[in-house]
């Protein structure tokens, strides 16, 4: 029996010839019913995602960058239904830390033929994310890095708003990792990472799987310019836990309270400032679709 394959697609994200051409390539392959939902906005994509399984669905595509891919994750978490993603944002991060290429043809392909697996999501205050979280000077650098920027500069729109953001407060935070606590004190940002390249391209937790069933965990108390230069040098030339202000560990639940609200962010989705996080890691949340040749 042919599969009924679905489509969820962000209207305003572009990759190769367009949803005309994926609607062509899918049609090419042996589908029964093909339910095709278009969004204007990532947020929306939840309730289509929901419809799409509600029909039936044993596929679903989805079309977008990291914030829609974080929508329908969280939509899709749990229940066993493969998705497939078609990497059409800015910066891609889930896809590409999977071997996802930026290519219509092929990531069309690794959806119909590519092999399932079960990967790890994190859920954050009630939402799931399939990249990272964070809150402090890290959230506040990803949403000044306005969608606009970002599709000009790439990369470096991420440079950009993280040097405005350099200056910013330390913060009290109280973080518990698996009950006990593991850091108390003024810090600038808290991250927590399901894969090991977030924003940026910036590799920030080295030994990160989407499949070994944990967070990590970091926290960082760098202050200024030249604290935040030291940090990032760390980063970029090999591994973010030397660096003198940052400590980074792994966990399965965490907590943290913040002495001043502060805006957090799921795969670079903004959301309102709080007081208090909790987190955990859910293994094997979502199924995907992946390259043959695809390390974790």
Not at 119 to 134: K, P, Q, R, S, T
Not at 184 to 190: K, N, P, Q, V, Y
Not at 203 to 232: M, N, Y
């Amino acid at each position: 029996m042919s599969p009924t394959v679905a489509v969820v697609a962000h209207r305003k994200k572009t990759l190769g010839a367009g949803l005309d051409r994926l609607r062509v390539l899918i049609t090419e392959q042996n589908v029964g019913d093909l339910l095709w939902y278009e969004v204007p906005k990532s947020r929306k994509a939840p309730k289509k995602v929901r419809q799409a399984l509600k029909q039936g669905a044993d596929l679903v595509f989805v079309w977008g960058g990291d914030g829609m891919v974080q929508r329908c994750s969280d939509a899709m978490a749990g229940t066993g239904v493969p998705m497939a993603i078609l990497p059409a944002g800015t910066a891609n991060l889930f896809a590409t830390n999977l071997g996802i290429p930026v290519d219509l043809e092929e990531s069309v392909r690794i959806g119909f033929h590519g092999r399932r697996e079960k990967l790890d999501l994190g859920l954050l205050n009630g939402e799931h994310f399939a990249v990272m979280a964070g809150a402090g000077f890290e959230a506040e650098m990803i949403a000044d890095a306005d969608g606009q920027a970002k599709r000009r500069l790439g990369k470096l729109s991420y440079v950009k708003a993280a040097v405005r953001h350099v200056g910013g407060p330390l913060v009290p935070m109280k973080i518990k990792v698996d009950g006990t606590t593991w850091f108390e004190g003024d810090a600038s940002c808290l991250l927590l990472g399901n894969v090991s390249r977030i924003a940026g391209g910036i590799d920030a937790f080295d030994d990160a799987r989407p499949d070994d069933g944990w967070l990590e965990v970091g926290v960082s108390t760098a202050k200024g310019p030249i604290q935040w230069a030291r940090v990032l040098g760390k980063m970029a030339a090999g591994r973010s836990d030397d660096s003198p202000f940052v400590r980074i560990t792994r966990a399965r639940k965490v907590s943290a309270r913040f002495g001043a609200p502060l805006t957090y962010e799921l795969d670079g989705g903004e959301r309102e400032a709080t007081t208090r996080l909790k987190a955990e890691a859910v293994p094997g949340a979502l199924t995907l679709c992946l390259p043959e040749t695809a390390t974790i």
